[in-house]
């Protein structure tokens, strides 16, 4: 059931279709509270000298040591970045104890475009390079990384240019710009009733876009795999034909049959409400469902 005038219904189309094919992975905006992965074996890269394991999360802090994302520039579909990690690990687990307990053993780590450790340290390092090379559904991004690993323990630096790196954002703290944008002038208070509905139109258009991309990602993913991109495609048919009956029987309960109340602004606020509910709702399953395949090499 098409609750929203044509025009509207066209717009929101035309701007779909204009962003769906974005080309190039681009560098998310922000790190903030993201965790980021580095594992790479010496057998699989000549210029490393030894295995790395790398696992740390932005801001978290234990035991008086904290990994901090230091610079996050992103441009484009390459970002600079520094990055400081604290390993408190055992290197010798023969004793039966993970931890080290005392500070002293702690080995300190920077990312960075910098070959020593006290450069990395200083002021005004050079930053490490990331090229995003694919991403998941919101959260899951994967990069080659071009720069060193330093360790304050060890002279030798890790050349870690050609090594990829996993990132997994966190969702809450990096919101998508224009979804926040679109959010923000909902809460504002300053909106009319009709100009509040137009901004829900904008942001059932986000929705629907960021839907059109989930769905054509997992599609594309499985396109080797015809079984199971043939039910992802009956699946999406499915929740689309629920859609339009849910709107149907929601329209019916809200006018009792008049169609003159569809033109109403009361009217138009409750549909789009229930449009951009389902649809996100819908949207974030997606989403989640291919950062847990990439995330997982499925």
Known sequence: MNILPLFSFLIIAAVCWSRSFAGDVQSPPSLEGASLEIHARKEEYKNLHHEIFLNLKDGLSWEGS???????????????????????HKENHSSGEMYEKDPSLFRHYYLSGEQSYEKAKGKNPKPATITF????GYCYYKGILQGYLTCDQKQEAENLTGIPVTIMLDGE????????????????????????????????????????????????HY?????????????????????????????????????????????QFNMLRLDCSNT??????????????????L
């Open 66 to 88: 904290e990994d901090k994302i230091v610079t996050y520039k992103p441009k484009g579909k390459t970002a600079h970045i520094i990055v400081a990690y604290c390993d408190k």
């Open 133 to 136: 090379t694919d991403k998941g």
């Open 223 to 267: 396109s080797h795999v015809p079984a199971i991109a043939k039910k992802l495609k009956a699946a999406q048919k499915e929740w689309e034909s629920f859609q339009d009956s849910l709107e149907a029987a929601y329209a019916a309960c809200l006018t009792e049959e008049d169609e003159k109340e569809q033109n109403s602004q009361w009217f």
């Open 173 to 220: 703290k990096t919101p998508d710009p224009e979804l926040a944008a679109l959010l923000g002038q909902l809460d504002s208070g300053k909106l009319t009733g009709r100009q509040a509905n137009w901004v829900r139109q904008e942001l059932l258009g986000y929705w629907t876009e960021r839907l059109h991309k989930a769905h054509s990602a997992l599609m594309e």
């Open 280 to 297: 996100e709702r819908h949207c974030r399953t997606l989403e989640e469902l291919l950062d847990i395949i990439k995330m997982n090499g």
